[in-house]
């Protein structure tokens, strides 16, 4: 089983539909990260979490938000989605006690109509 | 702040010839760096870091990469590319101060291999 997974894999919505996009991980790791990817821009960081009670704002989070519900899950919502947030979406894990590599999951194609 | 940049949004070779994907960082100080690999459809998968050990880093898949201080550095190579390394590679960096270790990732570059 993978070390990281994310559901739903696809998704369309409407656009001023509220959505979650959920991340788990069976790594044991302490910190976990919402990315976004575009084609051309990489990928840019939304939020992250260094434990359940440590939630902070990354380069991208207007329009987004995020919740920590246990140490391995983190879960990334649209509150009203909008056609531009139309991207791939990916958690990431990292073990501060490990060291500084990212472990990422297989990402979430969303799609605003 | 850090930042990455990765010369060629597309780059393209013929199997069996050198892949050397180019990748430049400016920070302040030395930091960590690496190379994610990411194939159709799939996340990003960790190739090699450098956390300021020895500088010729191995990988996985045959890739390797050298950190060049006075270059500010840190290009991707395989001596013989493979049809499976056809993928989009990032470079990322991070601070080396314990704790921090928040990636910036550079923009990518698609490797194509022809036959």
């Known amino acids: 089983d993978a070390d990281v997974t994310q559901t739903p894999r696809n998704r369309i919505t409407k656009t001023g539909k509220r959505i979650m996009l959920e991340c788990s991980q069976t790594?044991?790791?302490?910190?976990m990260y919402w990315y976004r990817q575009d084609p051309g821009l990489g990928l840019r960081l939304i939020y992250y979490s260094f434990d359940v009670k440590d939630i902070n704002k990354g380069e991208i989070s207007d329009g987004y938000s995020v919740s920590r519900q246990a140490q391995a899950k983190f879960s990334l919502s649209l509150e009203s989605a909008i056609p531009n947030q139309t991207a791939l979406y990916f958690c990431?894990?990292?073990?501060?006690?490990?060291?500084?590599?990212?472990?990422f999951g297989p990402g979430t194609r969303l799609t605003v109509t | 702040a850090q930042s990455v940049t990765q010369l060629g949004s597309h780059v393209s070779v013929s199997e069996g010839a050198l892949v050397l994907l180019r990748c430049n960082y400016s920070s302040s100080v030395p930091p960590y760096l690496f190379w994610y690999v990411q194939y159709p459809n799939q996340g990003l998968q960790l190739l090699l870091k450098?956390?300021?050990?020895?500088?010729l880093v191995k990988g996985i898949n045959g890739f390797e990469a050298e950190f060049k201080k006075s270059e500010t550095s840190f290009h991707l190579t395989k001596p013989s590319a493979h049809m499976s390394d056809a993928a989009e590679y990032f470079c990322?960096?991070?601070?080396?101060?314990?704790?921090?270790?928040?990636?910036?990732f550079g923009k990518g570059t698609k490797l194509s291999v022809i036959p």
């Open positions: 450098y956390t300021s050990a020895a500088t």
């Open positions: 990431a894990t990292q073990s501060e006690r490990e060291g500084p590599a990212q472990y």
């Open positions: 990322a960096v991070s601070p080396s101060g314990a704790g921090s270790y928040q990636l910036t």
């Open positions: 790594k044991g790791h302490d910190r």
